[in-house]
């Protein structure tokens, strides 16, 4: 999928257009952004948000169409959205933000909109043209199990986005 993903947007890259496409290995579903967080308590607060965690199996998600933020005539993030199969990842997000805000983060206050980010744009040389050709291309659906959540420390660089995996943590399976 994640390769999919990818040469979708191969027909409208232009080598004019300053954009930051995401690489295969960063491709991932954004939960909440924290911020700054202090490593003494990363492990403290991995235990709660486990716990969290353990309340729920792993769930389906399914691609559906592509969409830019904030909007088309200011385009800053190209994604392609995510659909749930059904009330498992509305029902973890809302106590998973309970839980976060218990710890202290201030969450996001924009609803949730899961998604797929593909890139972040710099500048792009022909606007209408490109975002007319992004929105228009055809988004295969696709589905996938979610099977963990990963708290990822990301660091902005000028070429992208650079992460690193500070915990996984497992969805219920329902075996020990």
Known sequence: MKG???RLTEPIINKEDRINWV???NIHITMNFLGDTDPDVIETQAE????VVNLYPPFKLGTTDSGVFPHANEPRVL???TAPYDNTLVEFKRTL???LIQLGYHLDKRPFQPHITLGRVKSISRKSTFIHEFLSAEVREMNFEVEE???YQSTLTPSGASYKALKKFKFNTGGQ
């Open 23 to 25: 690489k295969r290995e």
């Open 97 to 99: 933000d309970k839980e």
């Open 4 to 6: 999919y993903l990818l």
């Open 79 to 81: 994604w392609v959205a």
């Open 149 to 151: 959540l990963i708290w």
């Open 48 to 51: 709660a948000i486990q716990k």
